[in-house]
Each structure stands twice: as structure tokens, then as C-alpha cells.
């Protein structure tokens, strides 16, 4: 490639000229090189996902992870839980905005599965985990999403979760890798097979992180 010569550009007809103006584009095109917008554009994030969570008809937490300190502490993100079911639990749409913060979301039964990005966040990416995330439990369920099932199979549905998204990042989006990979780290052995109390076992330090921190 030629590399450009280093002379002044020719204006066209009618436009200002560069003048005393110069230092003026040049302020200018420096404030549009840091405007947030354009480096949105420019350099999109990969931390995509900021929490998922699942609760129950009630509002009470199941399942959850949360990627950054938008929310520290428990406290902090219960509340937050709380807010996001009272504005969609009882609504038909799949989208909603809450305190700054993109949020898809679904429901099946007793249970409602939550996605959470940034405000600028692509919807379409949010959807696809919500979408993989629910079909994954579907499949790993046998088509019984509801609360007492997944309460029997948590430490698995914690597994799902992990091989959907990590760190914020999202690393599968297709429900049969999802599970041909959860079923791998439990040794071959499918999920289902597993009984109650080998699945309530394996997943007690992951749960009281979750639930009891």
C-alpha cells in the first residue's frame, strides 16, 4: 500500500477552510476518538454477561452467579433479584431495563431464568445464552423444568452454567455441546443417572456460596 502524501487536503467548494481552524479539527477529532460511543463500536467487550440467576414463583433465589461488583455483596444482589422479578413476573414480554442494565428472561412452570448485560449490550447475544441455558436444563431435566428438579440436579444445572459462560464471557451457545461437556467432567456418566443424594453432596459448597455467603 502507498502511504499518503504529507500535504495539506484540498477543501471542496463551500467548505470552511483549514485556516486558523486547524487546531479546532484537531480538538475535534480528538474528542470524537474518546468518545465512549465510538470505542463501544471500535473495541466491543467480550465480558458480555454480567449475572444469570434463576428464581422461583416466589422471587427466591435458586441458582445464581454474577460476573463483576455491579452488585458485591449478596445483600446488594438480592435486592437486585428481587426488583428485576417484581417488574417481570408478571409481564409476557422477554426483555426489560433496570437500573442501567439489560435483562432477558423466561419462565417455565415455577421457574424464571434470568440474563444479565450492560445497557449497551447486544439483546440477541443475552437471548442466545438464555435460550442455550434454558435448553441445556430442558435436555438435562428430561423436559421436567420445574423447581423441585432442578433443586435435585442443581450442582448439574451450576455445571451448565459454567460451560455457557465464565468470567462474564461467553464460551458455548449450543445446548448439545453444553451437555456433551457437563457430562464429561462427571466422569461419562449422565446427569441423570446420578442420585439425589450424590448430586445434593457435590454441589453443598458451591450452593452455600451461592446462597449462604
Known amino acids: 500500500m502507498q502511504r499518503a502524501e504529507a500535504r495539506p487536503r484540498q477543501h471542496p467548494e463551500g467548505a470552511a477552510p483549514g485556516g486558523g481552524s486547524g487546531g479546532e479539527r484537531a480538538a475535534a477529532a480528538a474528542a470524537g476518538a474518546m468518545d465512549p ?39 446488594e444482589q ?28 423466561k419462565s417455565s412452570i415455577d421457574l424464571f431464568f434470568y440474563v444479565v448485560g450492560s445497557s449497551q449490550e447486544n439483546e440477541l ?6 435460550t442455550c441455558l434454558f435448553d441445556s436444563l430442558n435436555h438435562m431435566l428430561r423436559k421436567n423444568v420445574e423447581k423441585r428438579s432442578l433443586l435435585d440436579n442443581l450442582d448439574g444445572a451450576f455445571l451448565v452454567v459454567d460451560e455457557i459462560v465464565d468470567g462474564g464471557v461467553i464460551l458455548e451457545s449450543d445446548p448439545q455441546q453444553v451437555i456433551q461437556k457437563v457430562n464429561f467432567r462427571v ?19 458451591q450452593i452455600k456460596w451461592s446462597l449462604l455467603k
Do not use: W
Not at 79 to 91: A, D, G, I, L, Q
Open 78 to 105: 438480592k435486592t437486585f433479584e428481587r426488583s428485576v422479578f417484581n417488574k417481570t413476573h408478571k409481564t409476557d414480554s422477554e426483555i426489560a431495563f433496570l437500573e442501567g442494565l439489560t435483562i432477558v428472561y
Open 37 to 75: 460511543t465510538r470505542l463501544l463500536f471500535q473495541e466491543p467487550s467480550l465480558y458480555t454477561v454480567k449475572a444469570i440467576f434463576i428464581l422461583d414463583n416466589d422471587g427466591q433465589r435458586l441458582l445464581a452467579k454474577y460476573y463483576d461488583d455491579t452488585f458485591p455483596s449478596t445483600k
Open 187 to 205: 466422569d461419562d456418566s449422565p446427569l441423570s443417572e446420578q442420585s439425589v443424594a450424590q448430586v445434593l453432596q457435590s454441589a453443598k459448597e
Open 125 to 130: 447475544m443475552l437471548v442466545a445464552v438464555l
